[in-house]
């Protein structure tokens, strides 16, 4: 197959500095060599290029999803689903389905839970998923991925001590539940060295190709640390076997491990607090609907300033898990300690998740250039898509308007990209588009074009990319995803539902057809 192509017949948003539109664009190897209207590439197609016309479909810069846990989503993926149950007795009779076909003593594992959609409230308990599953270790994620529920014997393998902070207890004996800080301290580190490297590797596979399917070009794999110890390795060395690109990022604060691969970059998931679903997300005020509770910080001050010291002293570039406000200003107090101490100009630190930010630190990171890596997905799946009715209950409605300030965090000068958070939410660009431009507040709403551009522009400059993606100009990676019509015209709340036609990583096509 001939390594040059031209496009013609399409709707080309470049996403460029004047924000230009072409008709064609002409490819060549793993580059972009010229962009315009048909006139610009006829001398290409008199001499011979292939030409394909695209029949007015819209080519944009390849997605990328600044956000994810490569190896969780693709482990998940072959666990048994339970995103639609409503009712305990349904996950028990899925995952006894499971085990039948299990052999006896293999691990049995469901994904995607959320106890708000069962009619109990409350996570599977201990005692009912050992009736339903007697022989087998069985391990149920939420949709979180910051609580679980654990069998007998799942316990017995894992042996998390009674002291674990985060270990539900009644009676003196563990529930089964388990959730922050000890599911990211003890659970997941146990399941992720139970797992053999080619297994991990077939996880890795399985990501990836959900990814492009959704016109995903690039992942910033967060992966690793206590998480997963020894899975940034993996996803480096198995990186070539990939149909996309992938940025990782390793979660861990031990900058020697950073060092040994080579990264240039640290953290993702750091929690510095929990989830809110999970009552652990760190907050000032309690919570509504537990008005002892105000979540927990994971780290001390002085540990997480030690950490950012370090990494920031090293040229490293930080990322650091915040959801609420609390633990936002756990981890923008050491940014800034370590900025002042050590100033850098083009850092490009990052936030992760910056759901319930204060307006004094909007401010503050927007003074410090730290930047903002969202998961707008996170609004239909998580807070209510309407009225942010489950995030009401948890925080009460004064605090809503605090939620996801995408307006007023762009319009202080910070820069947002977007992700996912797979698995929390699954792979779709397109869906966090939609969800930003119709966010349930009003005043905070942005623009199509801002929020293609947390997915394309300002993700690619998020990972000092910027010179090889997120606009279609020549000289840059061929890197683009064609979507069946243009995301612009239409109602926004149809944006989810545009086909994805194909993809091109580094000029490479994969038909799609989503």
């Known amino acids: 197959m001939s390594d040059k192509r031209v496009i013609v017949n399409a709707n080309v948003i470049t996403m460029d500095v004047s924000d230009r539109r072409c008709r064609a664009i002409a490819i060549e190897g793993d580059r972009i060599v010229r962009l315009g209207s048909a006139a610009d590439v006829k001398d290409l197609i008199e001499q011979g290029w292939p030409v394909e016309d695209f ?11 600044t956000h994810e846990h490569l190896m969780l989503t693709g482990s998940l993926e072959t666990a048994v689903q339970l995103d639609d149950v409503t009712h305990t007795e349904e996950i028990l009779e899925r995952i006894a389905e499971r085990a039948a076909s299990t052999e006896k003593g293999g691990w049995v594992r469901g994904s995607f839970l959320n106890e708000q959609n069962l009619a109990q409230k409350a996570m599977p308990a201990r005692e009912a998923l050992d009736r339903a599953v007697p022989d087998h270790p069985v391990y149920i994620m939420h949709a979180t991925c910051h609580m679980a529920s654990l069998n007998s014997r799942a316990l017995e393998i894992v042996q998390p001590p009674l002291t674990l902070d985060g270990l539900d207890l009644k009676g003196g004996k563990p529930t089964g539940v388990v959730r922050d800080p000890g599911i990211l301290t003890c659970v997941h580190p146990a399941i992720a060295r139970i797992m053999l490297e080619e297994e991990k590797a077939g996880f890795l596979i399985k990501a990836a190709e959900m990814a492009l399917k959704k016109g995903i070009t690039t992942l910033h794999a967060l992966d690793g640390g206590e998480l997963g110890p020894g899975d940034t390795k993996v996803i480096c060395n198995n990186r070539d076997r990939l149909p996309l690109h992938v940025v990782c990022y390793n979660q861990s604060m031990d900058l020697d491990e950073v060092k040994e691969l080579g990264l240039p970059r640290v953290g993702g998931c750091i929690c510095s607090d929990g989830a809110f679903e999970a009552h652990t997300a760190a907050l000032f005020e309690p919570y509504a609907d537990e008005p002892d509770n105000y979540g927990a910080l994971t780290y001390t001050q002085e540990a997480m300033d030690r950490f950012i010291m370090a990494a920031h002293r090293e040229g490293l570039q930080i990322a650091v898990h915040c959801e609420s406000d609390r633990s936002i200003e756990q981890v923008l107090w050491a940014m800034e300690k370590a900025l002042r101490a050590f100033p850098r100009e083009d850092h490009r630190h990052r936030i992760e998740h910056f759901e319930l930010p204060t307006t004094n630190q909007i401010e503050r990171m927007a003074k410090a250039g730290i930047m903002a890596s969202m998961q707008p997905a996170f609004i239909p799946a998580f807070i209510g898509r309407e009225d942010m009715a489950v995030y009401g209950v948890l925080l009460g409605k004064p605090r809503l308007k605090r939620v996801h300030p995408y307006r007023t965090i762009l319009d202080a000068g910070i820069p947002i990209s977007g ?96």
């Open 55 to 65: 029949g007015g479909r819209t080519v944009l810069p390849g997605f990328i999803d």
């Open 419 to 514: 992700g996912s958070d797979s698995p929390v939410t699954p792979y779709n660009p397109l869906k966090g588009i939609q969800a930003a431009v119709n966010h349930p507040n009003p005043q905070e709403r942005i623009s199509v074009k801002e929020a293609l551009a947390m997915f394309t522009t300002t993700a690619a400059w998020s990972a000092f990319e910027d010179n090889e993606k997120g606009r279609l100009e020549a000289g840059k990676l061929a890197d683009l995803v064609v979507l069946e019509r243009d995301l612009y015209d239409g109602p926004t709340h149809e944006i989810q539902d545009i086909g994805i036609h194909s993809v091109s990583v580094g000029g490479k096509w994969h038909s799609v057809n989503s």
